[in-house]
């Protein structure tokens, strides 16, 4: 399987180039109760070969272009990619603000974001068929919120093939029970991410050990919050770190290669 190394981390090369000239990017619409979600979906439909798919949740602004757009890059040839919405259909955050609100009611209710997290790879694991997707191969992979949010899968004793959250918090109000994680984790973080404290790396590093599971920590000198996310631009607490996105994203890619292989 061709890897599409450093994709993330180099958006403007790969998006002038000739790699995504078929690569499709499609809403899909789902529903809890009253509450309707959009996503969208995203592949290469340059062939139809059976391909693991990749739930990604975003970071609190929720689905927008930036976040398709980092979607395409994941997936290249090698992914079906799910932008999953966790908001509902009808909320989609304007500004800072307005996403700490949204994604802050969510953070209360992790019982709520487990079930909608769960839902979307329910969601992608019924495209196959429809698009050249394997769906007894699939990961989560989450930016800041969505990072804490796919942990909160992992919690819940998800039976993904693994779990990825690039700079999302670590604590939670409801950690996993004893034995209870069935999912491969890699967390990628900020060494000076002022959001995630030494108390809550070490705390997480009891719960997963308590829960059984099979976890790595990685800390990237000089990070901040939002290292991995090329357009962040917001100093001194948000801002994108070149380096440690690099290797963020080979670290990545190599879990994902490592983990669909092991199904």
């Known amino acids: ?21 078929a690569m499709q990017a499609e ?17 290469d439909d340059s062939n139809e070969i059976a391909r693991p798919g990749v739930v990604m949740v975003p970071n609190w602004m ?23 919405d966790v908001y509902g259909k009808d909320v989609r955050p304007v500004d800072r603000e307005a996403a700490g609100k949204v994604s802050g009611a969510l953070r209360d ?37 969505g990072g804490t949010a796919v942990l909160e899968l992992a919690r819940a004793g998800s039976d993904l093939a693994g779990v990825v ?32 404290t030494d108390e809550d790396i070490a705390g997480f590093e009891r719960e997963m050990d308590a829960a059984g599971a099979d976890w790595q920590f990685v800390n990237f000198s000089g990070a901040v919050h939002c ?5 962040a631009n917001n100093p001194p607490g948000c801002v994108y770190n070149e380096r440690a996105a ?6 990545t890619h190599d879990f994902l290669r490592e983990r669909f292989a092991a199904e």
């Open 165 to 196: 959250s690039l700079h999302g918090g670590l604590s939670t109000p409801v950690p996993a029970k004893d034995d209870a994680v069935r999912t491969s984790i890699l967390v990628l973080n900020g060494a000076d991410d002022r959001g995630v």
């Open 246 to 251: 690099k290797r963020a994203f080979e670290m």
């Open 109 to 145: 209710d992790r019982g709520l974001l487990r079930t909608r997290v769960g839902k979307a790879v329910e969601v992608l694991q019924a495209q196959a068929g429809k698009v050249p997707l394997d769906a007894e191969h699939i990961a989560a992979l989450g930016f800041c919120f």
């Open 227 to 231: 290292f991995a996310e090329a357009d």
């Open 1 to 21: 399987m061709r890897l599409p190394r450093l994709a993330l981390a180099l958006p403007l090369v790969l998006l002038a180039g000739p790699a995504f000239a």
């Open 27 to 43: 809403p899909v619409e789902w529903s809890i109760g009253d509450t309707t979600f959009s996503g969208v979906l995203v592949h």
């Open 62 to 84: 929720g689905v927008t272009p930036s976040a398709v757009e980092k979607a395409k890059q994941l997936a290249g040839d090698d992914y079906v990619v799910l932008v999953a």
